[in-house]
Every structure is written in structure tokens, then in C-alpha cells.
């Protein structure tokens, strides 16, 4: 079974600092790997999300990712951060299940709060 | 507008009762995501159908129910709720392939 492990339940970091969030998977087969975006009181909203080709790979509001195969990891990164980025993530993996079926399952979120 | 609808945005129920969650999927779509979003679990997946057809269940219990209808929207049934269900219901879409899922803004369902 797959699964997600973002390292790291809440990250504050002062506004304009960079920032790192840890997502790491366990699966066997490719898998498709994204990043979602969830502000107060909303739905999710997709940043990013690596299907193939280069392993860096860029989202909206300036963020990036980087997929790395042999550690199994789709690190999250801003090189600076915005009050307004303050939101919870989450690290997600999508895996065929047969059939032509695909499953999308989520880690348990990583909180970042911007400190002004 | 992510092009995924869900209604209602609130709901508010006694325990006991049940409620009908229901899903528009983006045009285009063929299959349909439910998830369960609540504080001490994290974003559960539920149930997935494709064109019509249960394709995948995840930690659904068995007083949850979903279909999807020949127009695509699909409904969550929940039943005989308990405190313990109260949590945000998210529906995706996909097209299909596992590259992009879409999420609607979700229900809100509490259960007093």
C-alpha cells in the first residue's frame, strides 16, 4: 500500500525567510506526486505537480518542488515567503490501483505559518 | 471556480439522521472522488466512480453510500450519523489517468 509522510505537523517561519516542507512516499511503482493548497475555510487548491520529465518542477505563488527518486521525497520549497501563504499543505500521491483506476492519497498536512 | 460543485456548503443535521451530499464534476470528467476531511483524521479517501461504476473504496462506512448518475454528479448518502461524522466532505474529478484531480469547495456537515 502507498503511503505519505510529510515530516513536520507545523512550520512557522518569519515572512520573507525560505521555506521547506518534507514530503516523503513509499511506493514500488511510479507514482504521480502533488502539492495542495488548503487556506482557512476553503477547499484545496492544486500548486504543483510532478507527472514526468524534469524532477524540478515549478507551481504557483512562486513555489517549486523537487522530485527525487532514490530517496523517494517531493520536497516543497518558497525561497521567500508571504503573509499570505500562511495555509495548511499537503502532500499527495497518485497510484494506479488496476483497471485503469487511479487513487490520489494524502499526508497529513503540514501548517506553515508566516511570523510578520 | 475550480468547475467541481458540491452542495450544500453547510449542513447542520441531529444524530441519527440522513443527508444527501451531492457532486458536479468538471466538464468532461468521467470519474468522482469523495473524501472525508476531519481534525483527527487527516483527508480519508472514501469512494471512487468512473463513468457510472464503483471503481476503488476506501475507509467507507458501511452507513455511507455513493453513486454516480448517467449525468455524472454523484451523491454521498450518509446515514444513522453520529457526532464522529461531522468533518468536510470534499468530491474531486478526474478525467482519468491519475495526473489531475480537481476539487470542489466541499460540505461542511455537523452533526448535533
Known amino acids: 500500500a502507498q503511503s505519505v509522510t510529510q515530516l513536520d505537523s507545523q512550520v512557522p517561519v518569519f515572512e520573507e525567510a525560505p521555506v521547506e516542507l518534507r514530503c516523503n512516499y513509499s511506493s514500488s511503482v511510479s507514482v504521480y506526486l502533488f502539492w495542495y493548497v488548503q487556506y482557512p475555510n476553503q477547499g484545496l487548491q492544486l500548486l504543483l505537480k510532478?507527472?514526468?520529465?524534469?524532477?524540478l518542477v515549478k507551481g504557483i505563488n512562486g513555489f517549486e518542488a523537487e522530485f527525487n527518486k532514490s530517496q523517494t521525497s517531493f520536497h516543497l520549497r518558497k525561497p521567500s515567503v508571504h503573509i499570505s501563504d500562511t495555509a495548511e499543505y499537503f502532500c499527495?500521491?497518485?497510484?494506479?490501483?488496476?483497471?485503469?483506476?487511479?487513487?490520489?492519497?494524502f499526508g497529513k498536512g503540514t501548517k506553515l505559518s508566516v511570523i510578520p | 471556480d475550480s468547475g467541481v460543485t458540491q452542495t450544500p456548503k453547510h449542513l447542520i443535521t441531529a444524530t441519527g439522521q440522513r443527508v444527501t451530499l451531492r457532486c458536479s464534476p468538471r466538464s468532461g470528467d468521467l470519474s468522482v472522488y469523495w473524501y472525508q476531511q476531519s481534525l483527527d483524521q487527516g483527508l480519508q479517501f472514501l469512494i471512487q466512480y468512473y463513468n457510472g461504476e464503483e471503481r476503488a473504496k476506501g475507509n467507507i462506512l458501511e452507513r455511507f453510500s455513493a453513486q454516480q448518475f448517467p449525468d455524472l454528479h454523484s451523491e454521498l448518502n450518509l446515514s444513522s450519523l453520529e457526532l464522529g461524522d461531522s468533518a468536510l466532505y470534499f468530491c474531486a474529478s478526474s478525467p482519468g489517468g491519475g495526473y489531475g484531480y480537481t476539487f470542489g469547495s466541499g460540505t461542511r456537515l455537523t452533526v448535533v
Open positions: 510532478y507527472l514526468s520529465g524534469s524532477t
Open positions: 499527495a500521491v497518485s497510484l494506479s490501483t488496476g483497471a485503469g483506476s487511479y487513487q490520489l492519497t
